[in-house]
């Protein structure tokens, strides 16, 4: 299962009811229906392939795969990012601008220390990827929110999808971003997974020398080979290969050798419309059966990525609900674990539709409706602390207004 989402301190993990235990909890429970972790499917895998693929760099001559290789990545591979790039707007990107990272959170990781020491400032959303959240923390960074008046000494966005929400940042709060001139790490982990319409310019083609770009293979092939990369502005490249290596020598060669001959013999362009109409119609039919079981609950529908994130009415002990939930067997993200500044109300959460089958999804919510009616039983009503009409959700204002694409073909 992918981390436990819950306090940012340790200490909730180590309790035998901390959210993290009862996340492993449902992840051991027969017959549960995880709309929880946000996983990509396995049916989604290209198995055959990538197992022939192992087989061949495995019989190559010398086997490099299984030899040590340089800090910044097999060459080839960093070449095909780069040019993958190139094609996304990049200008004059080569193979010697990209670092081949354990996956995208050793390249969050190396960028934060590059730009930030402890106690200096890192700019949030209001909701965010929980581990970066986490390493944030880890390196003692005071969040502060993207829309504060006083400049940050770095910022952290998700502008082409963000997580939780799968919104796209808007180009008024991309623009207001840029001019500030303050370096940026963007994430781009779902950036291949905007399920309508191209995806905006990544921000480092409009400033690639302030703005460090996070891409990764997790979503798209597989997340279990762990290869990332990190895209770092020319002033910045040797600090952090230097990190690099200084953390692990180099990232798996024989991970980094499989992936790069995938991509050597397969259409990677064309394997990204069928996961975007795939993941697309999953989000479509989990929040129709949403609407149907819990009609009270407030959210839009994601413009990509894996998951929706849900608002409610009623300030519910989260624990006590998930746990209520595993024991329904269902699961979900709770709220808190992707909240930079955790607060009293209103109870938030994000149902996934990646892993689960679609076919499911009519029972889970179900379960989760009695979950929740279990759970909120006696829990005061919250109001409408999250402003929104009916059936909507209070939406920061650096997102792009949702659109309603129509149902994928």
């Given at each position: 299962?992918?981390?436990?989402?819950?306090?940012?301190?340790?200490?909730?993990?180590?309790?035998?009811?901390?959210?993290?235990?009862?996340?492993?909890?449902?992840?051991?429970?027969?017959?549960?229906?995880?709309?929880?972790?946000?996983?990509?499917?396995?049916?989604?895998?290209?198995?055959?392939?990538?197992?022939?693929?192992?087989?061949?760099?495995?019989?190559?001559?010398?086997?490099?795969?299984?030899?040590?290789?340089?800090?910044?990545?097999?060459?080839?591979?960093?070449?095909?990012?780069?040019?993958?790039?190139?094609?996304?707007?990049?200008?004059?990107?080569?193979?010697?601008?990209?670092?081949?990272?354990?996956?995208?959170?050793?390249?969050?990781?190396?960028?934060?220390?590059v730009l930030a020491r402890p106690g200096q400032s890192v700019a949030v959303d209001p909701q965010s990827y929980p581990s970066a959240l986490d390493?944030?923390?880890?390196?003692?960074?005071?969040?502060?929110?993207?829309?504060?008046?006083?400049?940050?000494?770095?910022?952290?966005?998700?502008?082409?999808?963000?997580?939780?929400?799968?919104?796209?940042?808007?180009?008024?709060?991309?623009?207001?971003?840029?001019?500030?001139?303050?370096?940026?790490?963007?994430?781009?982990?779902?950036?291949?997974?905007?399920?309508?319409?191209s995806a905006p310019a990544p921000l480092a083609v409009s400033d690639p020398e302030r703005v460090f770009f996070v891409g990764t293979f997790s979503?798209?092939?597989?997340?279990?080979?762990?290869?990332?990369?990190?895209?770092?502005?020319?002033?910045?490249?040797?600090?952090?290969?230097?990190?690099?290596?200084?953390?692990?020598?180099?990232?798996?060669?024989?991970?980094?050798?499989?992936?790069?001959?995938?991509?050597?013999?397969?259409?990677?362009?064309?394997?990204?419309?069928?996961?975007?109409?795939?993941?697309?119609?999953?989000?479509?039919?989990?929040?129709?059966?949403?609407?149907?079981?819990?009609?009270?609950?407030?959210?839009?529908?994601?413009?990509?990525?894996?998951?929706?994130?849900?608002?409610?009415?009623?300030?519910?002990?989260?624990?006590?609900?998930?746990?209520?939930?595993?024991?329904?067997?269902?699961?979900?993200?709770?709220?808190?674990?992707?909240?930079?500044?955790?607060?009293?109300?209103?109870?938030?959460?994000r149902l996934c539709f990646s892993l689960a089958r679609p076919a499911e999804f009519e029972e889970a919510t179900r379960r989760l409706a009695r979950?929740?009616?279990?759970?909120?039983?006696?829990?005061?009503?919250?109001?409408?602390?999250?402003?929104?009409?009916?059936?909507?959700?209070?939406?920061?204002?650096?997102?792009?207004?949702?659109?309603?694409?129509?149902?994928?073909?």
């Amino acid at each position: 299962m992918a981390r436990p989402f819950g306090a940012r301190s340790g200490s909730d993990r180590e309790t035998p009811h901390g959210i993290e235990a009862l996340t492993r909890r449902a992840a051991a429970t027969p017959g549960l229906i995880p709309l929880g972790g946000g996983l990509p499917s396995a049916v989604q895998f290209p198995r055959a392939e990538l197992a022939a693929s192992f087989l061949r760099v495995l019989t190559k001559q010398g086997t490099p795969a299984l030899q040590y290789g340089w800090p910044e990545g097999l060459e080839s591979l960093r070449r095909w990012v780069a040019e993958w790039l190139v094609a996304r707007g990049f200008h004059g990107l080569t193979a010697a601008d990209v670092i081949i990272t354990n996956g995208a959170q050793q390249a969050l990781a190396l960028a934060t220390q590059v730009l930030a020491r402890p106690g200096q400032s890192v700019a949030v959303d209001p909701q965010s990827y929980p581990s970066a959240l986490d390493l944030f923390v880890s390196r003692d960074l005071q969040r502060v929110p993207l829309t504060s008046p006083k400049n940050a000494h770095v910022y952290y966005v998700m502008p082409a999808v963000a997580n939780p929400g799968g919104g796209t940042m808007n180009d008024a709060a991309r623009a207001a971003l840029l001019a500030r001139r303050r370096p940026v790490i963007e994430d781009d982990a779902y950036g291949d997974l905007l399920f309508a319409g191209s995806a905006p310019a990544p921000l480092a083609v409009s400033d690639p020398e302030r703005v460090f770009f996070v891409g990764t293979f997790s979503k798209t092939l597989c997340p279990g080979l762990r290869v990332g990369w990190l895209v770092v502005p020319s002033r910045w490249r040797r600090r952090a290969l230097h990190l690099k290596q200084a953390a692990d020598l180099q990232s798996n060669s024989l991970a980094q050798a499989v992936v790069d001959d995938y991509l050597a013999r397969h259409d990677f362009e064309r394997r990204l419309p069928v996961l975007r109409r795939f993941y697309r119609r999953r989000a479509e039919r989990l929040a129709s059966a949403v609407r149907r079981a819990i009609p009270s609950w407030r959210f839009e529908l994601p413009a990509g990525g894996f998951g929706v994130w849900i608002e409610t009415d009623a300030a519910v002990d989260e624990r006590r609900f998930l746990q209520t939930a595993v024991e329904e067997r269902v699961s979900f993200d709770p709220g808190t674990g992707f909240e930079a500044w955790p607060t009293r109300g209103p109870t938030t959460l994000r149902l996934c539709f990646s892993l689960a089958r679609p076919a499911e999804f009519e029972e889970a919510t179900r379960r989760l409706a009695r979950a929740w009616r279990r759970a909120a039983r006696g829990a005061p009503r919250a109001g409408r602390a999250r402003e929104g009409r009916e059936g909507t959700l209070r939406r920061s204002r650096w997102m792009a207004a949702p659109t309603s694409p129509a149902p994928a073909p």
